[in-house]
């Protein structure tokens, strides 16, 4: 009978996910274990810190469906919590795998390094409980393979992120390798089929019943299970969809059914009215969480709702027991065949936002550019945004066909996009479908994580980044401080940091104050089309915002 | 009655602690707390991310007896964690104010950014109840102050990290400044006075039957609560002094009792002959631990030890209930008064290490330069090294007097020394004694943290960083992975990004592969008294270690 080592076994398991690339920093207590990641056909991405190194295989996760990370115990994996936190709260499946010391060692009752001096080896697992929907550390090679069946059954089952604890003796005992013959829980099981035709039924009717149908695309639920069914969603039914901010780029926005981006009062008004006074809205991974919804201000009647959830569907004030990504193919199935809804006109589509009036001066503004940016962008195209204006901001981008786009909307850590950018590139070439990466971030932000910048070099991904330079915290200024110290961020020349930070890429920096010279640099041939990397810093006034985000703040005083 | 808010409160009892500046990062949770800092006479440091700014928080408490950190609900304090840890881990009292959402936010069943979309606010103060003597989240102005008192009280005594959780809406209730009057507990409650003279007279009995007393100093036990005695024992007692990795710093370098560093197989051989020959041996602030220890390598007969901790002496198998920081002025009062031991010939000391052979070649090896180093130093230089060879390398380093020296032996975690080296520079700017900083790292550790560059600039500090740059994580290699591509870090260009991240310091990068080219640039007044930061990255064999290391090793197969 032939054996593997358990750790094989893992990491074999982990490329059954669709996993090609481990992300991690390493440590004495995980090394020998990383030398198991190639001969399980895995390839290894060190990253310069652990947060990067999380936030990197949360990018990874949602362009490829599933992610991992690899840390070492105590300063290592506390270093990534704040990432797998995000993973947590925005339904990221990722495997944080934590090398252990060994059995012995813990059991000497010697102080080891990493540990808090007091021979107790189960504070950090505990920690990390609070953020995974299943937790492992293994101490016995005999019960090690059903334990890591269990809990990556539970992540893909959750599509949450777990934490697996493994040492090195464990790493190395040996399993058959029959043990891999039993395959994981690859996607959800299969409900009661009756359920599903009643809620399907239930929809179809409300859809005939209807006069104005909308669909609109959200982020929850784990958006790339079911993300495929939404483009075709929209060509059967053949109304108006919008996009929430975290549902931006799980939907063709060159389609002429896309009508905009819809939360509440951060949406343009006939957005709003068009939704809010719709019959009958098709709410896909509905999340209402605060930025998701121009802060709780949608004012959409409950009865029209028809919301789709990972492991619900609810139409009005009845729950069926059925799950998003099931229900979905078989409603486009049973749109199309239904002549009553395809032969249906095509309803006036909401017009675009108007553009933004030509700025007084020749000073970039933040709703120019990302009205500018629309035209910058190329099908394909690759889009992470960060939390701060950024992200309020790129919902008056329109997106060419093709495009990817991410953001991390509800947890909203500042200096994840430069982080998942990396990752999600990755996964994106692994899919072979990568073609730019355009980073849109504020300075505040980016200089959390900036070192994850050398990392997309070495993989040789030519990032395009937009750095929103605005002498500080600019959205926290419009919470509160408007003038305020902590809110300012000391200036950066980001140009010679990325190229101090990939000295043979040819990185280069451009400092831009001028409309008309940004214009001139989006239109360079050479600037869309470049083979080294590029940083885009363009100064913007300090209280300037995209005018979503000012509604938003409208009537809160500032100052 | 005069009346202020919980959160003046709060941070009149953070200055009352000796601390001046508060470190953090800014987020819409604490922002309106923010605005009580400078009303309480705190000065205000952001940092460019929370794992820098808990670094410096804990390199500040280290200089100045107790440092704060405020950080926002959620991502903000997760990306902390790991700093926290390291300050429980080796006894740094740091308290950690968490920006909660309001309690109105928390009753209203919506889903808030930086929660886990739960509607749970409690996963957070748990996570940090590992690592932390004691929490609180404050919902209830009646007993905020009270709960404030209890964690900071806790923090003194135990000299461990704790948590404080406090929204805007508890931050602005107002409580009576007479709150003021009572005080923070400020120093360990004097013991039982007779065990404290019995255990002083007993050691006295020890050191007059001894022949062959040496002191060792080590760094267990909040170091910086008794250091100030470490001096005036050696003085008085004029006997051999150690220090331990942990320890370095702790004792004046420059004194003729100087013997060198210990820790088992990594010290040189004549220290570990008179340490383990000694039949009496003061052991301030004993922390055994692997790296502290020369992986367990100290043979040390029990009962010649005289052990000093923070709540304890034990004298061979005796253990008193008193305190390091009571025990040893008085006992230093009673060598001095104490003739037989005052007029005893000072022993021969111990020969200085070695001077390494002059290497056969004009590379730079590690040997070389740690023994380079000690004629570059300056009485009264700050010195932060980092976890990597350079923790084991400054072993071979002869601080000058008026040294300061800091790394994080126990818990090392890599990056800490950079961003600890901008805490303890503005805690010794503050207490007037600051002169230069110098920083020894590696690359691998440099690029985790090297934003926190950008503060020492923004703060006038001038650093002379030194790379040991060696193309990878070498002491990982040395554990496992000799070749690995998991050891390896990619070459970054320094200079470049120091002055991409302080344009306007004049920062310099040197690239350095020969020993006489680092022994000019040591040498150069110019160098050596620059207004402006320097960065010297220079090249050492992949596989050269520091002698304690390769010691540490010997015996391991390494490729
Ligand atoms: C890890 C983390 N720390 C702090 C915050 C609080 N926070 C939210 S947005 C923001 C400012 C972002 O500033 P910047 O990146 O410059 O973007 P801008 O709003 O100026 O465009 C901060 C500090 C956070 N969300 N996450
Ligand atoms: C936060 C954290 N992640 C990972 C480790 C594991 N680790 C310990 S030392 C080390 C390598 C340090 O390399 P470098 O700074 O280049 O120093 P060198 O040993 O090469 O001198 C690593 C990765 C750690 N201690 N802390």
New binding site residues.
Partial sequence: MSEFPVGEFLFKRIQELGIETIFG????YELALLDLVEPAGLKWTGTPN?LVGAYAADGYARQKGAGALVT?FG??EL?ALCGIGGANCESVPIVHIVGYPTEAAQKSGNILHHTLGDLKYDHYVKMSSELSCATTVLHDPATAVAEIDRVLNAMIYHSKPVYIGISEDVAYAKVSVSTLDKKLVHSLPVGDLAVETRAISDIIAKLEASNGAVIIVDGGANRSSWAPFVDPLVDALKVPVFVTCLGKGAVDESSPYFGGAYGGIDSWPNVVKMVESSDCILWLGRLPSDFNTGAFTEHVNPSTVIDFQRFSIEIGETKFDAKISHVLPKLIEAIKGNASLTSRPTRPLVSQPPLPRKPASDLITQDWVWERLSSFLKPGDLLVSETGTAQFGVLGTRLPSGASHWTQAVWGSIGYATGAAVGASIGAKETGKFKRLVLLTGEGSLQMTIQAFSLLNRHGIVPIVFVLNNAGYTVERYFHGWGAIYNDVPDWDYGKIFSGMAPNSGARGYKITKRHDMDALLDDPEVQNATYPQVIDFALAKDDAPTPLKLVFKGKKQG
């Fill in positions: 920093v390493p440590g004495d652990e070492t300063p290592g270093s």
